[in-house]
């Protein structure tokens, strides 16, 4: 992590923003994940849970500052599909649910990289843009831990931790007030909607497509006629 800086002159100049951060996504195995959209895309809802973690894989790792991705998964096709995009796939140990998960990718991530600062993201966020993302991340204060309120204010989509700063993740419902309570300081930042928009129903789905979609959720959706915004019918 960087440190102020003194110049010659005896100012000392703001901290520059990391640019070597590790980032966790979890991944529940596909055909296990993501039920609340089986209301709207009945059989179809696990290829579009891997779709999105895909799509939100793709563009971390395409994100200025992110030096490395790590997905917990205990999947191995879908480990294999984002191995080959760049990701590193570890397993999800040691059981019992995404906090569990979450903490054993962060211990991977500092064997990777001690001194790196650290972010969890969900995999859910189809729409996700790397220069979204850079934003978020280069907002993280030097010290201390951060978090990302999702788009409805209940949830977290992001939850960062700067060197010698635990984790400590707080998922499930209503984890911003958590999160919050548990000390870290809450990003407000305008114009990051696509790292605010995770999926979980099909009205979420089509705020996603509003947005803009990576290309295999956008593939899938087109494939199976969703469009941006479904009318309530469908949600
Ligand atoms: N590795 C791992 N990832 C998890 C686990 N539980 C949830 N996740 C992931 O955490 C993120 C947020 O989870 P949710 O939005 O609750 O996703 P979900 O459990 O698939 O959705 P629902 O079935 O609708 O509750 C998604 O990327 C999930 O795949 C877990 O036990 N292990
Ligand atoms: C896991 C979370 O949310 P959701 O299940 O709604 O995606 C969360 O926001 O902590």
Do not use: I
Request: hydrophobic content about 45%; aromatic content about 2%.
């Amino acid at each position: 992590m960087t440190q102020d800086t003194v110049r010659p002159s005896g100012a000392v100049a703001p901290p520059a923003p990391a640019s070597d951060w590790s980032l966790v996504l979890p991944l529940k195995p596909p055909a296990l994940a993501k039920t609340r959209l089986a209301p709207f895309a009945g059989a179809h809802r696990a290829d579009l849970a891997l779709c999105f973690a895909l799509d939100t894989v793709a563009a971390a790792l395409a994100t200025p500052g992110v030096a490395r991705v790590l997905v917990v998964t205990r999947d191995a096709a879908a480990g294999a599909r984002l191995t080959a995009l760049g990701a590193t796939v570890v397993g999800d140990e040691p059981g019992g649910g995404l906090n569990h998960a979450l903490a054993h990718g962060a211990a991977a991530a500092l064997a990777l990289a001690p001194h790196a600062p650290l972010a969890t993201l969900s995999a859910d966020l189809p729409a996700l843009r790397p220069a979204e993302l850079a934003r978020v991340l280069a907002a993280v204060p030097p010290t201390g831990r951060a978090f990302l309120a999702d788009t409805p204010g209940l949830g977290t989509t992001l939850l960062a931790c700067t060197p010698g700063n635990p984790l400590a993740p707080a998922f499930g419902d209503g984890s911003r007030e958590r999160h919050a309570a548990g000390g870290a300081r809450e990003l407000r930042l305008a114009g990051v909607d696509s790292v605010r928009r995770d999926v979980d129903t099909g009205a979420d789905l089509g705020e996603a497509l509003a947005l803009g979609v990576g290309p295999h959720t956008a593939a899938l959706s087109a494939r199976l006629g969703y469009s941006p915004a479904p009318p309530s019918g469908r949600r």
